[in-house]
């Protein structure tokens, strides 16, 4: 028992720790789904429809059978036992079509799966692709969801002419009324164009069948593995603790990988029928079409507003291409928008029609935001619209229609009750940094000598920490499981499985604060339905807030056994847990952690009505969502000449509420603005009238490249959350969010006084060259 | 994709007629042509190699003659499919004198492809068609200077 007192370390929470999981990220010892290999493993490939829409008369598998190498091939109807690709979302009078794992009779979008080949090689696997032969009879096709909606079009499902998915609507306060009160109304149809989420490991599965054990392990690239272990056991029909679903390493996600795929079954039901292991790794172009896209809105806005820019009413018609299927969030996705569609204003009154439209297309689905970038680029290009209409500064009318610091908890037009913040903080404090004033000075002189620079600013709130369990289709909760190891290591099994989010180092911060213990001492476990207790997943910002939380209450039942041990131990009632140690009040005398971790273990004693070991779980249901808030501001500089935009300055400032480890923040704020400025300059999936993507591969579609970036300025406010006793509310989709509206308001502000009030993005130096042609023309 | 064009061959529009129906003279022609074998009166079954972008492989297709106006113009349709995707074209062939010994030819079609050839070769589409187009009537101009000088 040591009896002296060393000083307590640093307090870790709120440190820039570096990322624990880069060492074998950056050295390449980390085991990704393609670094799984197993003796007798096999490998699939997957025969793809080039057609939008077809019929399939026939296919003829007997050619490819003969190729060196091949073990079997399966189509359609070899799968038609298996239950189909689920939507997890519900909305009333929501129409769900067929999904099945291979197509049968039809196919409704270029990349549909038709059949698959298995070999013991990727190579002639491939190759004996081509030797399966398919009598298609190829039929209309629509791709363009405005199209989708016109009498007449092709029908994508046969059974619903009229290619109408769901239409929902919601409304808030008395949006006629405001509208007829208005001094002004400004309306402007505003497209946020379908994008590929390009993650850097494409998907991924490894599936193995061990008859004796009656045991399916798939190895997947997932965000979610315990629900793609409840919902593939159900394709499957098969009882869930037969099937282990293990997320190794996973490269990134950004949503496209938080959803249950035709392949996971399909691997499965492979493994199960050839007796081995086997093997299916997406292509990249494969990826490109297989994988779900994100945003496809079409926006219509209407704000209503008072002469001295008070916003009265904002009506929204959000058309949103769904593509052939509704994948497992599919429908809802939109409706996040309109939860959001107020932003930080004042607003109590809105009306949202929202018409989700099947076209022939890769389904969409949530991606970096989901729905809510979609939103704050609505919103904040409307308020930009209505400055500029009332010739307002865009700075001024956002303070002036600002929810107030006083007003929390805020109850929206929408339903949500805003959980805290000072929205004008951070715009106050972006301003400050950009010199506002004299930037707006600068800009005036530029323009006088005939250069174009830009100032774009946006503000944002967004809904993290998804969610209460009442408003997702899936749980809400998360979980978590302390163990403290007989020699005092830490053991932490989340139920949060991440692809990216750092949780190895901001859990271990958490624990190694409320335990005392070294981080090196900490090892957090995750993606291993067999190893981790039931969790829900990673999307939505929701890991620190949410399995953060119910780490830290497992920490907290784990104090309270630490201290029942050490006041057995020290002979003492009178006992206070001091950061790794149990110390009696009265004679100084103190307990480490490996000692009472030694002592429990042992058991030769036990305190009165407990346990031996140290061992704690708790799964924690949040009461609210949380809502971050901030402020970007871009500075632009468009060449007149050649329509390029360069950066001169981007300004982020987010309020995350309490920030657990500033260097994750600014990675995420960083990798946010850089994804977002894909969708503002380069990114567009775009379909061809006949339903063929003909951007399907990195050399058409862009993503920004590293020398694309600029500087990005990151700041910060701290507003806690009252939602969660870390006060944390969530950053992973923060860049996503501020960015779009931030650099689009910068370019159109660069170019107001020719008379240009919108561009829809992607921004390109074509576009913007053939607009400022056609202002000097005209 | 439209795809449209003129060319001048040097042989008078009979006798080029002729050879453009033949399925040899075809064969040797057509960029890539594996096989070309008569299925049909007016049908014929083509196996092709085809390179767009980074993208290749072998298209198993038909092309079948329709509408023939002997000696001046002939509708051509063709479908082929392979790993890399598919092609549809559809188009008219016309020739016309030049008033001397050869031949102008003018033809006009569209084209639509789908699958990998269309994801990744669109941007390289148009000029592929006319580098096949070109080779094409490259060689069947040599042919048909052969055709000339062998009478």
């Given at each position: 028992m040591a009896t002296t007192t060393t000083k307590s370390p640093a307090l870790l929470v709120g440190q820039s720790l570096r990322r624990r999981e880069d060492p074998r990220l950056i050295t390449g010892t980390a085991t990704y789904v393609d670094d799984v290999k197993m003796p007798g493993m096999h490998h699939a490939c997957i025969l793809r429809s080039p057609h939008a829409a077809a019929r399939i008369r026939a296919i003829r598998t007997s050619r490819a059978l003969e190729m060196p190498g091949v073990v079997a091939v399966f189509t359609g109807e070899d799968v038609a036992h298996l239950g189909p690709v689920p939507c997890g979302a519900a909305l009333p009078g929501l129409r769900v079509p067929a999904h099945t794992v291979l197509a049968r009779d039809r196919v409704y979008y270029v990349g549909h799966p038709v059949a698959v080949v298995v070999a013991t090689d990727r190579y002639l696997a491939a190759d004996a692709l081509d030797a399966i032969e398919v009598d298609w009879e190829p039929l209309p096709a629509v791709a363009d969801p405005e199209k989708a909606l016109e009498p007449g079009s092709p029908a994508v499902h046969p059974e619903w002419p009229d290619n109408i998915a769901f239409t929902y609507k919601q409304e808030g306060g008395d949006v006629d009324k405001a509208f007829a009160e208005a001094d002004v109304v400004v309306r402007q149809r505003l497209v946020n164009q379908r994008l590929i989420p390009v993650a850097m490991e494409?998907?991924?599965?490894?599936?193995?069948?061990?008859?004796?054990?009656?045991?399916?392990?798939?190895?997947?690239?997932?965000?979610?593995?315990?629900l793609v272990r409840t919902l593939v056991a159900g394709m499957l029909k098969m009882?869930?603790?037969?099937?282990?679903?293990?997320?190794?390493?996973?490269?990134?996600?950004?949503?496209?990988?938080?959803?249950?795929?035709?392949?996971?079954?399909?691997?499965?039901?492979?493994?199960?029928?050839?007796?081995?292991?086997?093997?299916?790794?997406?292509?990249?172009?494969?990826?490109?079409?297989?994988?779900?896209?994100?945003?496809?809105?079409?926006?219509?806005?209407?704000?209503?507003?008072?002469?001295?820019?008070?916003?009265?009413?904002?009506?929204?018609?959000?058309?949103?291409?769904?593509?052939?299927?509704?994948?497992?969030?599919?429908?809802?996705?939109?409706?996040?928008?309109?939860?959001?569609?107020?932003?930080?204003?004042?607003?109590?009154?809105?009306?949202?029609?929202?018409?989700?439209?099947?076209?022939?297309?890769?389904?969409?689905?949530?991606?970096?935001?989901?729905?809510?970038?979609?939103?704050?680029?609505?919103?904040?290009?409307?308020?930009?619209?209505?400055?500029?209409?009332?010739?307002?500064?865009?700075?001024?009318?956002?303070?002036?229609?600002?929810?107030?610091?006083?007003?929390?908890?805020?109850?929206?037009?929408?339903?949500?009750?805003?959980?805290?913040?000072?929205?004008?903080?951070?715009?106050?404090?972006?301003?400050?940094?950009?010199n506002y004033e004299t930037l707006r000075e600068e800009q005036r002189k530029a323009r006088e000598s005939g250069r174009l620079i830009g100032i774009g600013i946006s503000t944002y709130g967004e809904i993290c920490a998804l969610g209460p369990s009442a408003s997702l289709p899936c749980g809400g909760w998360e979980s978590a499981t302390v163990k403290i190891e007989p020699g005092g290591q830490v053991t932490v099994l989340t139920g949060i499985s991440p692809h990216g989010q750092g949780e190895e180092t901001t859990f271990a911060q958490i624990v190694a604060d409320e335990l005392g213990v070294s981080v090196d001492d900490v090892v957090v476990l995750h993606g291993d339905t067999s190893l981790v207790q039931y969790g829900i997943g990673t999307f939505g910002s929701r890991n620190t807030a949410i399995g953060g939380t119910a780490l830290y209450f497992a920490l907290q039942d784990l104090k309270e056994k630490l201290k029942k041990f050490g006041a057995m131990l020290l002979e003492s009632d009178d006992v206070v847990w001091n950061r790794g140690r149990c110390v009696c009040m009265k004679s100084g005398k103190e307990v480490t952690l490996p000692e009472i971790a030694a002592a429990s273990y042992r058991a030769m004693k036990l305190p009165e009505n407990t346990d031996p070991g140290l061992v704690a779980t708790r799964f924690w249901e949040p009461p609210n969502f949380t809502f971050p808030f901030g402020a970007h501001i871009v500075v632009?500089?468009?060449?007149?000449?050649?329509?390029?935009?360069?950066?001169?300055?981007?300004?982020?400032?987010?309020?995350?509420?309490?920030?657990?480890?500033?260097?994750?923040?600014?990675?995420?704020?960083?990798?946010?603005?850089?994804?977002?400025?894909?969708?503002?300059?380069?990114?567009?999936?775009?379909?061809?009238?006949?339903?063929?993507?003909?951007?399907?591969?990195?050399?058409?579609?862009?993503?920004?490249?590293?020398?694309?970036?600029?500087?990005?300025?990151?700041?910060?406010?701290?507003?806690?959350?009252?939602?969660?006793?870390?006060?944390?509310?969530?950053?992973?989709?923060?860049?996503?969010?501020?960015?779009?509206?931030?650099?689009?308001?910068?370019?159109?502000?660069?170019?107001?006084?020719?008379?240009?009030?919108?561009?829809?993005?992607?921004?390109?130096?074509?576009?913007?060259?053939?607009?400022?042609?056609?202002?000097?023309?005209? | 994709m439209i795809i449209e064009g003129t060319r001048s061959v040097a042989l008078e529009p009979q006798r080029l007629y002729t050879l453009l129906q033949d399925p040899d003279t075809l064969a040797r022609c057509i960029p890539g042509c594996e096989?070309?074998?008569?299925?049909?009166?007016?049908?014929?079954?083509?196996?092709?190699?085809?390179?767009?972008?980074?993208?290749?492989?072998?298209?198993?297709?038909?092309?079948?003659?329709?509408?023939?106006?002997?000696?001046?113009?002939?509708?051509?349709i063709v479908e082929g499919s392979g790993r890399a995707g598919f092609v549809k074209g559809d188009g008219v062939i016309r020739l016309a004198s030049d008033n001397g010994a050869g031949t102008n030819v003018h033809y006009k079609g569209e084209v639509h492809v789908g699958g990998t050839i269309a994801a990744v070769g669109q941007r390289l589409l148009d000029m592929t068609a006319k580098m096949v187009i070109k080779r094409f009537f490259d060689k069947v101009s040599e042919e048909a200077v052969a055709k000339a000088s062998g009478t």
């Open positions: 494409t998907r991924g599965v490894v599936a193995e069948w061990k008859p004796g054990d009656r045991q399916l392990t798939l190895y997947t690239s997932t965000q979610i593995p315990h009882p869930e603790n037969r099937l282990r679903v293990v997320a190794p390493e996973v490269g990134g996600g950004f949503g496209s990988k938080l959803n249950v795929y035709a392949e996971e079954a399909l691997m499965a039901f492979v493994a199960m029928k050839i007796g081995k292991p086997v093997k299916w790794i997406e292509s990249r172009r494969e990826n490109f079409v297989a994988t779900i896209h994100g945003r496809g809105h079409v926006d219509y806005y209407e704000v209503a507003a008072k002469r001295d820019g008070t916003i009265l009413g904002i009506k929204l018609k959000l058309i949103q291409d769904i593509g052939a299927y509704h994948q497992l969030l599919t429908p809802a996705i939109p409706t996040l928008s309109i939860l959001m569609m107020p932003g930080l204003y004042k607003c109590k009154n809105v009306r949202a029609d929202l018409i989700g439209v099947f076209t022939n297309c890769t389904p969409t689905d949530a991606y970096r935001g989901a729905g809510r970038p979609e939103a704050t680029y609505g919103i904040e290009r409307m308020v930009d619209i209505l400055a500029a209409e009332l010739q307002m500064d865009p700075a001024e009318i956002r303070f002036k229609n600002f929810v107030g610091s006083g007003e929390f908890p805020y109850q929206t037009a929408t339903g949500l009750s805003y959980d805290s913040g000072d929205y004008a903080a951070p715009l106050r404090k972006a301003l400050e940094t950009v632009t500089e468009v060449d007149p000449e050649t329509g390029a935009v360069q950066i001169l300055r981007y300004v982020a400032v987010d309020d995350c509420g309490k920030i657990i480890n500033p260097l994750l923040v600014r990675g995420q704020i960083h990798g946010g603005v850089v994804q977002a400025l894909g969708q503002v300059f380069y990114e567009h999936a775009v379909y061809d009238e006949n339903g063929q993507l003909v951007t399907g591969e990195l050399t058409d579609y862009a993503i920004p490249k590293a020398s694309y970036v600029p500087a990005i300025e990151s700041y910060h406010t701290e507003t806690p959350s009252p939602v969660n006793p870390l006060g944390v509310k969530g950053v992973g989709e923060a860049g996503t969010i501020g960015c779009t509206p931030a650099a689009v308001n910068s370019v159109v502000d660069a170019l107001s006084h020719l008379g240009v009030r919108h561009i829809d993005m992607p921004l390109t130096p074509e576009k913007i060259w053939k607009v400022i042609q056609d202002r000097r023309t005209a | 096989s070309l074998v008569k299925e049909g009166d007016q049908e014929y079954r083509l196996k092709m190699k085809l390179v767009i972008a980074s993208v290749n492989g072998l298209f198993d297709g038909r092309v079948r003659i329709a509408d023939p106006s002997p000696h001046e113009s002939f509708r051509l």
